[in-house]
Structure formats: structure tokens, C-alpha cells
């Protein structure tokens, strides 16, 4: 269960009605509750000119890993990565555009940022790449789920979606020379675990580097302005079940579209819509991590107290237990035959002989 993790500021988690929507939405996907990738056009500055012998390398790149989301019981977790020049990272990112950690951007500014880094012909769009993961709430939920040690946990998902996103930046041709992330447990160990995976990069692990390093800001924005924006395309489609009129204090649109707010367990608008939602057999949609103690705690509470209708599952009373042999033997023989003797056909005496 991951419900501990909850954001210090709920306003600043919850995303707003006029978010930027990127390309790394794919609508189709995302409503299928599939879990999915996509990588942003790389830019030429990045790549070797067409003509250039065949070991020729672009520019050496720094590279960002960081994400959004990986406490609320609603929506995807997002992993986002973010690369560029090595001598631009300060001026660029830092000076000129005032990237910084996600949790500490407005929403607004998170999604302006985001929405200049997709605009063609700015700085950012000519001389960055980005790419995002987003892991359903339903791929989440299956894994952390599964039956005994066969259970994927978070951590080992969060792993897998970035060693896949740095593994398609190299696959795109970009020069990745030093991958900074930001970790949640121990650095060290996951550190050690890129290394072996990407030994011709210089890697630092860090907590808290989404507020050190430059592009794991960036790449933070990214993923979270993708978490914000698949929050609120979910919403549009699954969450206004059951709400999707003008509340009686006269709200409009924009303040109703926030009705399931950041997606923690930690926020009120989060919590009473699970509970104004939920299918007494199914739970939720796609859009739940069922996973998590909130949504499991409330399908488990009793029928009276709005909790989920019990299902009990009849036991399989199917005892026969045959032998492959079975179906190998006559039908006019004994029951008590030899079976060894009776496999290759009727057993003959030594008077046959």
C-alpha cells in the first residue's frame, strides 16, 4: 500500500482546469486504463549532421529523471526524462526559464513551461528532448496485487519505467554523457543498479535533485504537467459519473472540474468522490489504483457503512484425478492390471512364448 507518501500542499498538486494538455496525452490509452510511453521528436542540434562518418555522436548530453504522482489513489504515475546540451543546463533551464522543482511551481507556471518546451521555433523547443512513462492506475494496481512473491511492487516499476525511458533516448540517437535522478529510498543501491545498466554514462542519484540539477527540474515539469493533464482529461470522461451538473452553490465549469482534486488520499475532494462513485461490486474504473488502502478499505468496509457488496467465490469441487493412463487402457480390462504392463497393450503370459 502506498498511501503514505502525501504532498505538503494540496493546492499545488491539483491541476487546473486550463491546463496545458501535451502531446504526451494519448487519449486512447489513457482511458483504456494501458500504460504507455512517448518520446518527443529529437531535436537536429541534438543529432549528428546526415552526412557525418558512422561513429560520429551528437553533442554530450546531461539528462533528468523524475515523477509525478506516485502517491494518490487516482491517476497515472508519470516518469518524465529531459535532456539537452551539457554547457545550456544552467543558462538555459535555470536563468533564462526558471525551471525548479514541480512541487514548488504554481500550476500555471508548470504548465506555461511545458507549453513553450512543445511550441516550435522557441529556445527550449530548438535545443531540448523530453519523454514521459505513464504508468496506468490499473497496470499499478495489477502488479502491486499479484499473488505472493510474484507481486510487482512500486518501487521495482519505477525502476523499469526508467531504465526504459533513458534505454529510448540512447535508442533515438542522443549522446547521453550524465544521467542525474531523483530518487525516493536509498541512492546508493539505485544508483548502483543504473551504473550496471548504462555503464558508459556518469550517473548521480540524489534525493532531492529535482531542486539541484537543472534538467531533473525540467524533467519534473514535464511529468507532472502530464500527470495534470491526463488527471483532468480522466476526469472529463469518467469522473463527472454521478456529479457532472452545476452544483447547487452556483459553480461553474471550471470549479466542478476539480471535483476528484489532486487524486491523495490525503485530499477531501479525492476521498468523498471514491465514496460517491463506488460501484458496489466493480469499485472504480481504470482510473483507481485498487492497490491502495484508501480504495481497499472502503470496498471492504460492510455493505451498511457504504462499503462493497461481498462476493464469495464457490470452490471447485471438480476431485477426478486421472491418469494419463487411463485413457490408454481397454475398457474390458481388469481394474486392478498391472498399469506398466497394460501401457503397451494387452500383458502376455510366458505360455505366449
Known sequence: MEDSQQPENIALETPPSDVFIPPSIHEASLLAGDSYSHFSPVPPSLLPAPDSPPDTTGPACALGVDEAGRGPVLGPMVYGVFYLPLPLSDPLLRTAHHFDDSKVLTPTVRSSLMQTLCTPDTDLHGTCGWAVSALSARDIGAGMLRPGVSAYNLNA???????????????????????????????????????????????????????????????????KVTRDAALETLWKARGRVGGGEEDKDGQGEEEESMAWGSGYPSDGRCVSWLKGNMHPVFGWGPECRFSWGTAKD??????????GVKVEWPVDEDTDTHRMTDFLVAKDQEKDADELGTWFGTPAGLEAF
Open 157 to 223: 516499476q519505477a525502476m523499469d519505467a526508467t531504465v526504459e525511458l533513458i534505454r529510448g533516448v540512447y535508442a533515438h540517437g542522443v549522446n547521453v554523457r550524465e544521467i542525474y535522478v531523483d530518487t525516493i529510498g536509498q541512492p546508493a543501491a539505485y544508483q548502483a543498479k543504473l551504473e550496471r545498466v548504462f555503464p558508459t554514462a556518469k550517473i548521480t542519484v540524489a534525493k532531492k535533485a529535482d531542486s539541484l540539477y537543472p534538467c531533473v527540474s525540467a524533467a519534473s515539469v514535464c511529468a
Open 298 to 307: 472502503m470496498l471492504d468496509a460492510a455493505p451498511a457503512k457504504g462499503g
